[in-house]
């Protein structure tokens, strides 16, 4: 198959073409196409061009010995949450403050943070941890996990065995009933 008649495969196919050949050009056009998508959504997260260009090769470098074991089902939702969940966990580690227009579908963490750093009393931490321990075991698990472990979507995927939706839905889950909990308490 010549270059051409590869670059018009689908991502799909291009990553099964890998996975089954283990020829890494598959695997380069199928991230080539990929890269501006990357670095936007690296750039929204950084402001800054360089650390989102080092920010792009780094999760190549990340990904690319990995992508073998998973199992991505529409490689650009996939690259996608890989990249956002790379930028959020750089930032924590750096320990700086976002100021992007976030909605609730693509960050989760806005309301639980508040919770977890307003008043850091111990009657409001008392509470907040016996509303946690109230949740359903899943939604109390990946609750722990993303904010206070301050784990990724896919670090509790790998950890856990969760799909990214079912990660994304128990820290919604959780936090409405987290809310929930606390209100009652307080009234």
């Not at 806005?110 to 850091?120: A, G, M, Q, V």
């Not at 016996?130 to 993303?146: E, G």
């Amino acid at each position: 198959m010549n270059r051409k008649q590869t670059e018009s495969l689908s991502d799909e196919d291009l990553l099964d073409k890998y996975k089954n050949s283990g020829d890494t050009e598959y695997f380069g056009i199928l991230y080539n196409r990929y890269i501006p998508l990357l670095y936007g959504v690296c750039l929204k997260y950084f402001a800054d061009a360089d650390k989102s260009q080092d920010a792009v090769m780094q999760i190549f470098e990340n990904i690319f010995p990995k992508i073998l074991q998973y199992e991505v089902k529409t490689f650009r939702t996939w690259i996608y949450s890989v990249a956002k969940n790379h930028c959020l966990q750089t930032l924590r580690k750096a320990k700086n403050e976002v100021y992007v227009d976030f909605n609730l579908e693509i960050m989760e963490s806005d309301e639980i943070l508040n919770l977890l750093e307003e008043e850091s009393g111990e009657e409001r931490n008392a509470v907040l941890m016996q509303c946690i321990d109230k949740l359903p075991d899943k939604q109390q698990n990946t609750i722990r996990r993303f904010f206070m472990e301050k784990m990724s979507y896919q670090d509790i995927v790998d950890s856990d065995g969760y799909t990214v939706n079912q990660v994304k839905s128990y820290i919604q889950n959780g936090k409405r009933n987290l809310k929930i909990c606390i209100e009652k308490n307080n009234k």
